[in-house]
């Protein structure tokens, strides 16, 4: 079992940054590859990132690519979500999310999720 808990969001204005933290506790963090979704009032969640065990591989999608950067520091068991030019249509919930061990980078297959942190970016 994983346990994840997100933190940095809140208030930002456009054009803005925030980094988002995602906290592992429970089983050894780097055997799984962790994903950031998100999921605005009235939408579906929806990926925005993922990154593999080592760092080596990470995949976004279109819309935030180029302004964010996920990374992760298995020392530490958290993972990260660097967002720049932050833009009104980012607002959202975030949510962390770990697969299960082995499994390869992409947008299914996550086990595990965190409470989610709000992130609201105006205009």
């Known amino acids: 079992q994983v346990q994840l808990v997100e933190s940095g969001g809140g208030l930002v204005q456009a054009g803005g940054s925030l980094r988002l933290s995602c906290a592992a506790s429970g089983r050894t963090f780097n055997n799984h590859v962790m994903g950031w979704f998100r999921q605005a009032p009235g939408k579906e969640r929806e990926f925005v990132a993922t990154?593999?065990?080592?760092?080596?591989?990470?995949y976004y999608a279109d819309s935030v690519k180029g302004r964010f950067t996920i990374s992760r520091d298995n020392a530490k068991n958290t993972a990260y979500l660097q967002m720049n030019s932050l833009k009104p249509e980012d607002t959202a919930v975030y949510y962390c999310?770990?697969?299960?061990?082995?499994?390869?980078?992409?947008?299914?297959?996550?086990?595990?999720w965190g409470q989610g942190t709000q992130v609201t970016v105006s205009s």
């Open positions: 999310a770990a697969t299960p061990p082995g499994v390869v980078p992409g947008r299914t297959g996550y086990q595990y």
């Open positions: 990154i593999s065990w080592s760092g080596g591989l990470r």
